[in-house]
């Protein structure tokens, strides 16, 4: 099993930047990407950045130029630089880990885990 905690995040202001956090942790062998989407009221999750082991990116358009995404493998913890936020980021922000590989008790198990979600609200 693998645990994804996060922080960041709250109230921030229009124009204005904020960084959240995900770190993982469990009997990890290894994630293939990591990253982050998000869930506006009434709206439907969608995906804002992702990051490979390799440090390959993927970006939402709406969210290129002012979002960044990286990672620290060694601690299995994914970062979301966001800035310029506007009215419209305002969501639960997820994070992902696609294809995390854990061994326990003798047995490999590649699976997808979600975080919690973490509240961003951008005022305007």
């Known amino acids: 099993q693998v645990q994804l905690v996060e922080s960041g995040g709250g109230l921030v202001q229009a124009g204005g930047s904020t960084r959240l956090s995900c770190a993982a942790s469990?009997?990890?062998?290894?994630?293939?990407?990591m990253g982050w989407y998000r869930q506006a009221p009434g709206k439907e999750r969608e995906l804002v950045a992702t990051?490979?082991?390799?440090?390959?990116?993927n970006y939402a358009n709406s969210v290129k130029g002012r979002f960044t995404i990286s990672r620290d493998n060694a601690k299995n913890t994914v970062f979301l630089q966001m800035n310029s936020l506007e009215a419209a980021d305002t969501a639960v922000f997820y994070c992902?880990?696609?294809?995390?590989?854990?061994?326990?008790?003798?047995?490999?198990?590649?699976?997808?885990?979600w975080g919690q979600g973490t509240q961003v609200t951008v005022s305007s």
């Open positions: 992902n880990a696609d294809g995390a590989l854990t061994y326990d008790r003798g047995r490999y198990l590649m699976r997808a885990y």
């Open positions: 469990g009997s990890i062998v290894s994630i293939r990407a």
């Open positions: 990051i490979s082991s390799g440090g390959s990116t």
